[in-house]
């Protein structure tokens, strides 16, 4: 009994010596802030770092707002160490910060407040310079005295050809994006939105360089035409262009420790580039929109403004009464075509109408109508009219086709053919009573002859299922190649697919270990299935499997106590490896099988 109790004295008293070295080793709390450079121009970014030493109970710090600055979120890291009995832990914030304009700006201090103490960082001043020097290009600042910005580098502008327009008359704009010393990528069209105002599709843009007070730019342009549609003062835009502006870091450091790798070459191959969101927004026009004279306004004006050319074939020139005769237009010019409609025929005496065929080729509004003559005393066809507005000559004209001559027969006796209500020589040439569908188009009233068709060999039902085998041979084998191509092509595809096959591997290893009481190996088995899987499921490096990351990754996908089961597994696989915590077999047990319905419970819910 006596070797039991000091057995136990003995391991109260290691568990208060190791409590007594982590509490002596703790760190002190501290609460820093530090850029990779002080120094940065327009169009590059540098890197602003958070970091908490001493405790990992600190929440996500927002990102700071100063004037001037774009500063937005990185993601965090975290690091947890025990050498020669001392735990060491830390905590830390990344943030890209991109300038907008050139000055000295100061990123303020910030506080965080842990146990109740309050811990602050000092103040850090970035120095923003112009970066059009760098980049072979020789250029100069836009006016003398005035700091430069990013808005001088790339901007839009709208412009218009003049400021005075009537209703619906053409009025060709143009959006010009400016590009000075800067990368672009993902160029988006402009966007234009505006009651009163219709608009065309923006065409592929045009391409080149231009110098302008000293500055060279380049300079992307696109064209389209606006409609006004009701008069009155119109302000036209803004227009909006979204694209993503390519970032180069400023810190530009080769990451093995200067020497040779100071060169200019190795710096910029380990350049670190990113994208940045981007939307520009041009300056608005004022335009004035005149109405349409009401004076010698021609009676079929139907709104059309600007210069039109109509072109009329009727064809054939001599028919049957009863027969078709085809009346094509075709309408072309500079003028909202989309808004105007031909002339068609709603009526003609002695004619049956039929609907106009309406469509649009490349600018030109093409029509196609069928008229049938009712009697032989039809001698053409009526003219055609079209009246627009000339913007230029700023008067209405009026343009006028025919009238068609037209050869109109009776039709031949015996040919077995009547046209409904037709008349000849002033008697109806049809019976009383029409028949449906009779008086649109020619009815074939007789089939004609039937033969007897033989057996073929594309009927044998043989061919039907050897068709039917090769389709799914050809399905299977293609769906297999789909497969692999997709597994060497898609990485994040491959990973997914593989994660739970190499989780189970790691598994297996910590079941082969988990009677064994070397809890270490046990754990460092259990944490490798459970990272493997989680970078493999996410497409994350394996440095990038921290708890915030996770949570951060599968927040909104995933029910909350699975996201409460991964931060218990972290913890208890933490505890040992990083800390002398010894869980039993039970405890070992527990954890195994936590892991593994995370696994499942991840595989069901996220594709």
């Given at each position: 009994m006596a070797t039991v109790r000091y057995f136990r004295v003995f391991i109260v008293s290691v568990v208060w010596m190791t409590l007594a070295c982590v509490n002596v080793g703790a760190q002190?709390?501290?609460?820093?802030?530090?850029?990779?450079?002080?120094?940065?121009?327009?169009?590059?970014?540098?890197?602003?770092?958070?970091?908490?030493?001493g405790t990992q109970d600190v929440a996500d710090i927002p990102a700071p707002s100063v004037d001037g600055l774009d500063i937005r979120y990185l993601g965090p890291s975290t690091q947890i160490s025990i050498v020669?009995?001392?735990?060491?832990?830390?905590?830390?914030?990344?943030?890209?910060?991109?300038?907008l304009k050139t000055g000295r700006f100061t990123i303020p201090a910030l506080s965080i407040h842990v146990n109740?103490?309050?811990?602050?960082t000092e103040a850090v001043e970035i120095e923003v310079t112009d970066a059009s020097g760098t980049t072979g290009v020789t250029s100069a600042p836009l006016s003398p005295g005035t700091n430069a910005s990013l808005d001088d580098k790339i901007f839009l502008v709208l412009r218009l050809p003049k400021d005075k327009v009537y209703v619906n008359e053409r009025l060709p704009i143009k959006v010009l994006l400016f590009m000075a010393d800067l990368s672009v990528d993902d160029v988006r069209f402009p966007e234009f939105k505006q009651a009163g105002v219709d608009m065309d599709k923006f065409g592929q843009p045009r391409q080149y360089d231009q110098v302008i007070n000293g500055k060279r730019y380049r300079i992307a342009e696109f064209d389209t035409d606006i409609y006004p549609t009701r008069a009155g003062e119109v302000t036209v835009g803004p227009v909006t262009l979204d694209c993503n502006l390519v970032v180069r870091s400023a810190s530009a450091r080769a990451p093995f420790g200067g020497g040779m790798?100071?060169?200019?070459?190795?710096?910029?191959?380990?350049?670190?580039?990113?994208?940045?969101?981007?939307?520009?927004?041009?300056?608005?026009?004022?335009?004035?929109?005149?109405?349409?004279?009401?004076?010698?306004?021609?009676?079929?004006?139907?709104?059309?403004?600007?210069?039109?050319?109509?072109?009329?074939?009727?064809?054939?020139?001599?028919?049957?009464?009863?027969d078709p005769v085809t009346v094509k237009m075709s309408l072309g010019g500079e003028g909202n075509i989309r808004a105007v409609q031909p002339p068609a025929f709603t009526a003609a005496d002695n004619f049956k109408v039929y609907d106009p065929q309406i469509k649009e080729e490349s600018g030109i509004k093409k029509l196609e109508q069928v008229l049938i003559p009712e009697s032989e005393q039809v001698t053409g066809i009526p003219a055609v009219r079209f009246s627009y507005f000339d913007p230029a000559l700023q008067e209405y004209q009026t343009l006028t086709k025919g009238p068609f001559p037209v050869t109109v027969r009776k039709p031949k006796i015996g040919t077995g053919f009547t046209v409904i209500g037709a008349t000849v020589g002033g008697e109806a040439t049809g019976s009383a009573q029409p028949v449906l569908g009779q008086d649109i188009v020619f009815i074939k009233e007789d089939p004609g002859t039937f033969y007897v068709v033989g057996e073929r060999f594309y009927r044998s039902p043989a061919l039907d299922c050897a068709a039917v085998l090769f389709l799914g041979v050809?399905?299977?084998?293609?769906?297999?190649?789909?497969?692999?191509?997709?597994?060497?092509?898609?990485?994040?595809?491959?990973r997914r697919l593989l994660a739970p096959k190499e989780a189970r591997r790691d598994l297996r290893e910590a079941k082969r270990l988990l009677p064994r009481e070397d809890t270490g190996e046990f754990y460092d088995a259990l944490f490798r299935a459970l990272q493997?899987?989680?970078?493999?499921?996410?497409?994350?490096?394996?440095?990038?499997?921290?708890?915030?990351?996770?949570?951060?990754?599968?927040?909104?996908?995933?029910?909350?106590?699975?996201?409460?089961?991964i931060r218990q597994a972290f913890s208890e696989c933490d505890a040992v490896r990083y800390a002398p915590a010894r869980p039993g077999v039970e405890s070992r047990a527990q954890s195994y099988a936590r892991i593994q319905r995370i696994i499942d419970a991840l595989e069901r819910t996220i594709s």
């Open positions: 002190d709390v501290q609460f820093t802030a530090e850029v990779d450079q002080n120094t940065i121009a327009l169009g590059t970014s540098a890197q602003l770092t958070l970091t908490v030493t020669n009995g001392r735990y060491s832990s830390r905590k830390s914030w990344m943030y890209s910060v991109m300038p109740g103490r309050a811990y602050a790798f100071d060169d200019d070459f190795f710096n910029t191959f380990f350049d670190r580039h990113e994208k940045r969101p981007l939307t520009l927004r041009s300056k608005t026009s004022d335009l004035t929109v005149l109405p349409l004279p009401e004076e010698n306004k021609p009676a079929d004006f139907a709104g059309a403004v600007g210069q039109f050319d109509l072109d009329v074939s009727v064809g054939p020139a001599e028919v049957n009464v009863g050809w399905g299977m084998l293609y769906g297999a190649y789909r497969r692999t191509r997709k597994m060497t092509t898609d990485v994040a595809y491959a493997k899987y989680l970078g493999n499921k996410l497409h994350l490096p394996a440095g990038a499997v921290v708890l915030e990351t996770i949570q951060s990754r599968l927040a909104g996908r995933v029910d909350e106590k699975w996201l409460e089961e």
